[in-house]
């Protein structure tokens, strides 16, 4: 849930921050005043293009900040929220006490963008991964992206619920492998003699390999063991000496081991605590020495005098280094050389029995992937059978009574030659009206698709809770009962969502729990041309600052009536702003507790 959000230095918003609650919140205004922008800011926070264009006249950057509290990330599909939860990781973000996290995107004139997600600079793509599951910005271009056919499947996909979620995972899952298989059999079959010659090589190498049987670090091994062969007769004598001089050995001498003894017992028997100490100390000397003595007579013992044994530790090393020559920098490298040829020498068998064995998998998976493809198509049709009864029913209250919503699942070609990632179907979203039943895009006008939208986003929202949904002038080119219809859906809607909404209709606004005003003033630097101050939105003139400012009472019953007729000054106006205003929170109450 969005809980606050602050803009500066964007459009016509010099500075502005509003906070959200939880149901409906509406934001109107004058024309220019600004609404526009609060969308603007949230498509960026969302990851959306960053354009210098919009940063206010006269400022260096427009900063768009969102808080956002994830203690309703709980209501989401476990898969969403793990993601959420994965990449709040990858990002380092820091999550705040009260379980929130501020989002944060940075446009400069100059055309640089910057975001951060909890405190960490992040890709504007992280933002989006971030927003998609919590964030849901309609407006006009998202009406026509309604109009894309992935998103018409994806909507039905929406609509199925766990079973399409399912029938779609298994389908693609074998829709990879299948493809793979068949990637695989391509090259064998058309690339045979090439890949018989690299098959060849790969065995040759595998055969040199495999004969000498290296192991992990063994040239490092005997490296050492050629060294102690080659400086033997030195060694032995270095190391016989130490043993010599330690135990005793050597002629006429007393061993030192027991020399440093005979001075710890006359040192502990002196009578001393200062002496003992030291004689302590001499005591664990001594049987580090007796260690040391023992140690040098097991390498004199183990080192080696054969000279048969040098001239093989050189010809191995010699054979090693051959192989390292061809296959890699050291003997691991030839290891896992080894390791990826046996991999690869499996993938390019052009042999009969290879071939027949990739055909018959290629045949498998073609069969598995029709049942496959049969499943999804079964589910998606169940699905948008329900879709369109329940959006048509919702249309219905929308004023669009003579219309309904119709889903069309068909095959997308023929057999397995059309199949894709996303299954063997066309799906698409088609509108039953008196001209018949016409494609969205060709049946629609401009206020009926947002009605239609509305609708979806109703009824897909009974599958799914928390999160944040932004209409953008949804009520565009309707009036009247249908809009008051419009109040009461975002109101329902409001239940399972936090619902934002830029209205310019006061029959929608009066239904929002929330009601925030986006208010400007002209200041003295306004193009005198214009006596209404209503600057160019986009980039914001300088003399037009525009605030947000949250509404109730007196001020709510003022605003819904300057927008029913620009009457706010007026008895009949605010009388009938007040009758409004009382109608739509006595609906909600009522359908709260019916319920």
């Known amino acids: 849930m969005l809980t606050e959000l602050r803009i500066s230095g964007l459009g016509v918003i010099d500075e502005a921050v509003a906070d959200f609650a939880p149901g409906l919140s509406v934001l109107t205004g004058e024309t220019g005043a600004g609404k526009t922008m609060v969308v603007t800011g949230l498509r960026l926070l969302a990851g959306g293009r960053a354009d210098p264009g919009r940063v206010r006249r006269g400022a260096d950057k427009a900063v768009v900040e969102g808080r956002f509290d994830l203690a309703d990330a709980q209501t989401m599909h476990p898969e969403d929220r793990d993601e959420l939860d994965r990449l709040l990781e990858e990002a380092d973000a820091e999550v705040d006490d ?97 890949l018989a010659r690299e098959a060849d090589l790969l065995r040759h190498g595998l055969d040199e390999i495999d004969a000498l049987d290296p192991r992990p670090g063994e040239e490092a091994e005997l490296d050492a063991v050629i060294r102690r062969l080659s400086d033997s007769e030195e060694l032995r004598e270095v190391a016989g000496q130490a043993h010599e001089v330690l135990s005793g050995e050597a002629e006429a001498a007393e061993p030192v081991v027991s020399l440093l003894d005979h001075l710890r017992q006359r040192l502990a028997g002196a009578g001393d605590p200062a002496l003992e100490t030291i004689a302590t100390s001499i005591d664990q000397a001594v049987a580090a020495l007796g260690d040391a003595a023992t140690e040098l007579g097991l390498y004199l013992a183990e080192l080696p005098v054969d000279a048969a044994d040098l001239d093989a530790a050189l010809e191995r090393r010699q054979e090693l280094r051959a192989l390292t020559r061809k296959y890699g920098t050291d003997v691991d490298d030839v290891i896992e050389w080894a390791a990826k040829a046996r991999i690869r020498l499996s993938e390019v068998d052009t042999s009969d029995t290879a071939v027949a064995e990739l055909e018959a998998t290629v045949a498998r998976l073609a069969a598995e992937l029709e049942q496959r493809g049969a499943e999804l198509t079964a589910v998606r049709r169940t699905a948008g059978e329900d879709l369109a009864r329940r959006v048509t029913s919702e249309l219905a209250e929308l004023s669009m009574g003579g219309a309904g919503l119709v889903v069309r699942v068909t095959p997308a070609g023929d057999g397995l030659a059309a199949a894709t990632e996303s299954g063997l179907d066309d799906v698409e979203l088609a509108l039953d009206g008196p001209s018949g039943v016409v494609p969205l895009g060709r049946g629609a006008s401009g206020g009926e698709l947002s009605r239609v939208m509305l609708a979806l986003e109703v009824v897909l929202a009974e599958r799914s809770g928390g999160g944040t949904l932004v209409f953008d002038e949804v009520d565009a080119g309707v009036g009247g009962r249908a809009a008051l219809s419009i109040g009461k859906r975002l109101a329902r809607l409001a239940r399972t969502h936090q619902v934002i909404a830029v209205t310019h209709l006061a029959q929608v606004a009066a239904y929002a729990d929330t009601h925030l005003v986006i208010h400007k003033a002209t200041g003295s630097a306004a193009d005198p041309a214009d006596p209404t101050g209503s600057a160019d939105e986009r980039t914001g003139g300088e003399g037009v600052v525009s605030g947000v400012r949250a509404v109730d009472d007196s001020d709510r019953v003022t605003e819904l009536a300057r927008m029913l007729a620009g009457m706010e000054d007026t008895d009949t106006g605010l009388a009938h702003a007040e009758e409004l205003l009382a109608k739509a929170q006595s609906e909600k109450s009522q359908a709260q507790v019916d319920r």
């Open 98 to 194: 009260d379980g929130t996290v501020i989002a944060a995107r940075r446009v400069g004139a100059d055309g640089r963008s910057r975001a951060r997600l909890g405190g960490r600079s992040v890709p504007a793509g992280t933002l989006a991964r971030f927003c998609a599951p919590v964030l849901a910005v309609h407006g006009q271009n998202d009406q026509l992206r309604l109009l894309r056919p992935d998103r018409q499947r994806e909507a039905v996909d929406s609509h199925g619920g766990e079973p399409a979620r399912r029938a779609l995972s298994d389908y693609r899952s074998t829709f990879h492998r299948w493809r793979e298989a068949e990637r695989s059999l391509a090259e064998r079959t058309g690339r045979a003699r090439e």
